[in-house]
T-cell receptor, first 112, second 116 residues
Framework: SQTIHQWPATLVQPVGSPLSLECTVEGTSNPNLYWYRQAAGRGLQLLFYSVGIGQISSEVPQNLSASRPQDRQFILSSKKLLLSDSGFYLC???????????FGPGTRLTVL | AQKVTQAQTEISVVEKEDVTLDCVYETRDTTYYLFWYKQPPSGELVFLIRRNSFDEQNEISGRYSWNFQKSTSSFNFTITASQVVDSAVYFCALSVIDTGRRALTFGSGTRLQVQP
C-alpha cells in the first residue's frame, strides 16, 4: 500500500531563516506530487506540483521554491522566511488510476 | 479557471441531527472530478468521495450521502444522524480531467461542530 510522509511535523522559525520541508511517498512510482498551504482558518492553496524528477511547476509567485531530486521525494524550501509564510503545509500525491489525491500528515510552520 | 464555493463557514448541530454541507462549483470544462475531504483536528485531509462529471448518480456510504446535480453545479454532502466524531472541517474540491496537472481547487471549507 502507498503511504506519504512529511517532516518535520511542527516547526518554529525566525523571520529571515531558511526552510526545508520534506515529503516522501512509498509504494508507488512516478507519482504526481503537490505542495499546498493552508493559512489559519482558510482553504488550501496550491503552491507547486511536479509530474516527474526535476519537473516543477509554480502556481503562485512567492518566497518559496520546490525541488524533486528523486522520484518519490518532494522538497519545499525558502532562503529567507517571511511572517506570511506561516501556515500548515500539506504534501499530496495522485493515484493515477482514480485521479484522487491523498495527503500527508502536514507540517505546521510558525514564523516569528 | 475553476472555483468552488462553500457558503457555510460553520455549522453547529446536536448529535443525531442530520446536516447538509453545500458545495457549488464553477468550471468551463466539461470533464471534471468533484471531491469531498474531511480535516479532523489533527490536520490531515482524509479523502471521502470522488465523483466524475459524467456520473450524476447519488451515492450513499453508511451515514454519508452525496447529491450531485450538474444543472445547479452543486455537489452537496449530507451526514445522517450526526455523531461527535463527525466534528471536523469539510472541504469540497474540483479537478479537471485530461490535464497532466490534476491539481485540486478547494472551497474554503465548512467547520462542522456536533455537540453531544
Amino acid at each position: 500500500s502507498q503511504t506519504i510522509h512529511q517532516w518535520p511535523a511542527t516547526l518554529v522559525q525566525p523571520v529571515g531563516s531558511p526552510l526545508s520541508l520534506e515529503c516522501t511517498v512509498e509504494g508507488t512510482s512516478n507519482p504526481n506530487l503537490y505542495w499546498y498551504r493552508q493559512a489559519a482558518g482558510r482553504g488550501l492553496q496550491l503552491l507547486f506540483y511536479s509530474v516527474g524528477i526535476g519537473q516543477i511547476s509554480s502556481e503562485v509567485p512567492q518566497n518559496l521554491s520546490a525541488s524533486r531530486p528523486q522520484d518519490r521525494q518532494f522538497i519545499l524550501s525558502s532562503k529567507k522566511l517571511l511572517l506570511s509564510d506561516s501556515g500548515f503545509y500539506l504534501c499530496a500525491w495522485v493515484r493515477a488510476s482514480t485521479d484522487t489525491q491523498y495527503f500527508g500528515p502536514g507540517t505546521r510552520l510558525t514564523v516569528l | 479557471a475553476q472555483k468552488v464555493t462553500q457558503a457555510q463557514t460553520e455549522i453547529s448541530v446536536v448529535e443525531k441531527e442530520d446536516v447538509t454541507l453545500d458545495c457549488v462549483y464553477e468550471t468551463r470544462d466539461t470533464t471534471y472530478y468533484l471531491f469531498w475531504y474531511k480535516q479532523p483536528p489533527s490536520g490531515e485531509l482524509v479523502f471521502l468521495i470522488r465523483r466524475n462529471s459524467f456520473d450524476e448518480q447519488n451515492e450513499i456510504s453508511g451515514r454519508y450521502s452525496w447529491n450531485f446535480q450538474k444543472s445547479t453545479s452543486s455537489f452537496n454532502f449530507t451526514i445522517t444522524a450526526s455523531q461527535v466524531v463527525d466534528s471536523a472541517v469539510y472541504f469540497c474540491a474540483l479537478s479537471v480531467i485530461d490535464t497532466g496537472r490534476r491539481a485540486l481547487t478547494f472551497g474554503s471549507g465548512t467547520r462542522l461542530q456536533v455537540q453531544p
